[in-house]
């Protein structure tokens, strides 16, 4: 089930928001809204996937299991043996449903050999509830949490529908106490109904636009210098608005349960270096690996090639995460490999260039990355970053191409204020006005959420890009 | 559940969604389930069964998600809010790939879809190919979507293209160009159809190319009524309705293949009942028809064979003061084996394949 769907916003969403506050506390403690909550979430789950939803309880048993072991053996090296196996074992469903056809085509290729693909589709969210469950067995064997004793409050942390199928990745530690002991008020109701109708309003007003045009180069005959300059335009912003939109989604839906996800996104676009966009992208995912693969590798108190391999790995391995295709991989080590060129050569140079420069070369490069993303090879990829530059297109502006760029102008002209933080800053603005601020915000909201829902009617046109994932 | 107190912002917040939630879930699940999308020409999608094996395999929710689409309240009315929000708003040329044009109307692009074209192609080759050894003039022509008369250039339909591949695939049929005889007035604005009142010029091509030297008589023109097309419902917004005309040609007899007797019945060139139908285009020739035959006796004693879409039923007619016996035939509802059941062919006749982009960029849809 998307978020984006009047099966989900106007049947899902009222009946388990009902039976969440129906369900009462019970001296203060929201066990019993814990159950209603997982409840939901597997029907949620099982919406898309009836079969894969015993996958996920298996995980969230094994995992729930093993964690309680580790903490039992703490004192002694068998803690260390479970934690592997405990991580070994969230991985394996990852390798197998994701990864599996990528290492077989492989090595087909490389050896030859005629093994038969899985047939077998990859279960919806698994990379994100696979990293929860190994950050929250790596965490209890380090001790930085105590392991959860209740099945069901764990599960319902891993299991939770709002951030279950597409993030952001929520550690154990970030609600460790809201699952216990959270407080539900109608203050955070509302900040949720309002981040949640954002980002509803970001996903149907915008991502959606821009994705049919994504879609429109890719089956136009017009393949000029222009109009890849316009799809790549079109892919920046889906992709952001789509995530982030999702992201804003699942961080109202959680307030609205009473719990505090993390912030995911803070203005990407905006950066001034890669270095910079990346924390500002996807920070749940960077953070994750920052604290579990790239900090146990050595981080950077390693010797200079140490370091230099690290950050390859680290990023190759996050491009792996995004996708099992060697594009995502190199999209990965390209960003690694940009990382480590601002790091040695060019970041003084950055740091004393002006501003819209600075910009300008963020920009290019991310550009240029998400042609990896989205691209279905490395030749479809290599094409269109040669079309931006006029190699290989057959003319620089075709009438298709300007037929779209006058139709998404102003479509465009929002995307751009909407990248940046103008609207938040107007809105804090008007917030010091209480009047107009006390009435506008509403209208505004109701606003927003009566165009999704036309949009939502009206269109077919769906997809969230991170359910690949 | 109160902490601190909420502010009157909150309060109007809260309210808005689970005001908008809630009313919408309540009417969702109070107010009856239209029987028939009118402004989409379509039923909507049935509630799904369930129980376990649906449940199971998924296909109760996959249902269901389509019966919550087809069945929101005041769909037609959030369809035009978005509509309104993508032409008024955003200012955009095309929702979805259903556009507006100052000229043309509301339309749909036609995507030349190269692979497609070359695929119908064969299917026209495999049906020509049942005139072998008839000595048949078998002639071919191709209905250019209304997008290409457009005032400002539209996305979709080349028509020189799609030139390109017919003339490589049909090398050894005559191709009789028409789109030198319309222009954007012969399209209905509301609908993908043209305008019978309006394609004289066209049918006199067709004729001549087809070596007819029957100059076509003028008919009168009578008014059906308003007439909203195909796409003004897709629209959304509100539209002025088209007016359809039809050309009452006297004197033809017109017999329709019965699908249940699998006799051919007698009935109208202009069917007034189906005006008033789901699709009011079906008034000529009584809309989608396997097979039928028209007869002019006062017309020279010539035969046609013509492969058609739905473009065909408006055009047939016109084409009677050439030709005594039209056979109309449309291979969307009829397979191709099926037709030496119903026609005795006679040698040295006419045939003319002649379809718009829509059928050319659906392979599929031709059964031969």
């Known amino acids: ?391 290989g297109s057959e003319m620089f502006a075709g009438n298709e191409a300007l037929y779209y760029l006058r139709s998404y102008a102003i479509p465009f002209i929002i995307g751009f204020i909407g990248v940046t933080p103008l609207v938040k800053k107007i809105s804090e603005k008007i917030d010091t006005k209480k009047t107009l601020s006390t009435i506008l915000e509403p209208v505004v909201l109701a606003v927003i959420l009566l165009l999704s829902t036309a949009a939502m009617v009206d269109g077919s046109f769906n997809p969230f890009i991170y359910f690949r994932f | 559940m109160e902490k601190r107190k909420m502010t009157i912002k909150e309060l109007l917040s809260v309210s808005v969604f689970i005001g908008v939630i809630g009313i919408l879930f309540v009417l969702n699940l109070i107010i009856p389930s239209p029987e028939v999308l009118v402004s989409e020409r379509r039923i909507p999608a049935r509630f799904p069964d369930f129980n376990t094996s649906t449940v199971y395999s998924g296909e109760f929710m996959k249902k269901f998600e389509d019966w919550a689409a087809d069945h929101f309240v005041f769909r037609d009315k959030f369809r035009a809010i978005n509509a309104f929000l993508v032409f008024e708003v955003y200012r955009q040329n095309d929702k979805s790939g259903l556009y507006r044009s100052s000229n043309v109307g509301i339309g749909e692009f036609q995507r030349l879809s190269e692979s497609s074209f070359r695929q119908t192609s064969l299917r026209i080759l495999r049906a020509a190919g049942i005139f072998d050894g008839l000595d048949m003039n078998i002639y071919y022509s191709v209905i250019p979507d209304k997008s290409v008369f457009a005032e400002r250039y539209l996305p979709g339909f080349i028509m020189e293209k799609a030139e390109d591949i017919l003339f490589e695939m049909f090398a050894d049929f005559e191709y009789i160009r028409v789109i030198d005889e319309m222009r954007a007035e012969c399209f209905y604005r509301t609908d993908l159809h043209w305008d019978q009142s309006m394609i004289a010029n066209t049918a006199q091509k067709l004729l001549s190319s087809m070596g007819a030297e029957t100059k076509l008589e003028s008919h009168p023109a009578v008014v059906a009524g308003d007439f909203k097309g195909v796409y003004a419902g897709q629209y959304a917004l509100p539209l002025e309705p088209d007016v359809m005309t039809y050309i009452d040609v006297p004197n033809l007899k017109v017999t329709y293949l019965n699908e249940r007797s699998l006799e051919m019945d007698e009935g109208p060139v202009y069917d007034l009942v189906r005006f008033r139908g789901v699709d009011p285009y079906d008034i000529f020739l009584r809309g989608p028809q396997p097979l039928i035959v028209i007869e002019n006796e006062n017309a020279p004693q010539r035969e046609l064979y013509m492969f058609r879409d739905s473009f065909g039923s408006s055009l047939a007619p016109l084409l009677t003061d050439a030709y005594s016996k039209i056979v109309v035939i449309d291979l969307r509802y009829i397979h191709l084996s099926l037709l030496g059941n119903f026609i005795d062919f006679v040698p040295g006749s006419d045939v003319l394949f002649m379809y718009g982009s829509q059928i050319f960029n659906n392979p599929t849809i031709l059964q031969s």
């Open chain 1, 1 to 391: 089930m998307v978020f984006s769907s009047p099966t989900f916003l106007y049947y899902f969403l009222p009946v388990t928001i009902a039976a969440y506050y129906l369900t009462p506390m019970i001296k203060g403690s929201p066990r019993l809204r814990n159950f209603t909550l997982l409840a939901a979430s597997l029907i949620f789950y099982a919406w898309g996937e009836p079969r894969y939803v015993f996958l996920m309880i298996i995980q969230c048993i094994t995992t729930w299991g093993f964690s309680l072991l580790i903490e039992k053996f703490s004192k002694n090296s068998a803690a260390k043996i479970l934690m592997l196996i405990s991580v070994l074992f969230s991985f394996s469903f990852l390798i197998y449903f994701k990864y599996a056809n990528f290492f077989i085509i492989n090595l087909n290729n490389l050896a030859g050999t005629d093994i038969a693909l899985i047939r077998l589709l990859m279960p919806i969210g698994i990379s994100f509830y696979t990293f929860q469950n190994v950050s929250y067995t790596i965490d209890v064997y380090y001790k930085k949490t105590e392991a959860q004793r209740n099945l069901l409050d764990f599960s319902t942390y891993v299991a939770s529908f709002p951030q279950l199928i597409a993030g952001p990745i929520v550690r154990y530690t970030d609600i460790a106490h809201d699952l216990i002991n959270r407080v539900h008020s109608w203050p955070r109701f509302a900040m949720g109904t309002r981040r949640f109708i954002i980002g509803l309003g970001k996903k149907m007003l915008l991502a959606n636009l821009f994705g049919e045009l994504v879609e429109i180069y890719k089956i136009s005959g017009d393949q000029s210098t222009v109009f890849t300059w316009i799809y790549l335009v079109a892919y920046t912003l889906q992709i952001y608005f789509d995530f982030s939109g999702y992201s804003d989604m699942a961080i109202g839906l959680g307030h609205v349960f009473g719990f505090k996800f993390p912030e995911n996104f803070n203005y990407p676009y905006i950066a001034d270096s890669i270095t910079n966009f990346w924390r500002r992208w996807h920070m749940t995912l960077s953070g994750w690996f920052r604290d579990y693969l790239y900090i146990p590798l050595g981080g950077n108190r390693v010797k200079t090639y140490r370091f230099i391999i690290n950050i390859l790995i680290v990023w190759m391995v996050t491009g792996f995460w995004h996708g099992a295709d060697w594009n995502f991989i190199l999209w990965g080590g390209y960003f690694g490999a940009v990382m480590l060129i601002e790091k040695f050569f060019v970041g003084k140079l950055l740091d004393k260039s002006p501003k819209v420069l600075r910009h300008i070369y963020v920009m290019l490069i991310v550009f240029m990355s998400w042609t990896f993303f989205d691209a279905l090879s490395f030749h479809e990829a290599f094409e269109r970053i040669g079309r931006m530059f006029g190699i």
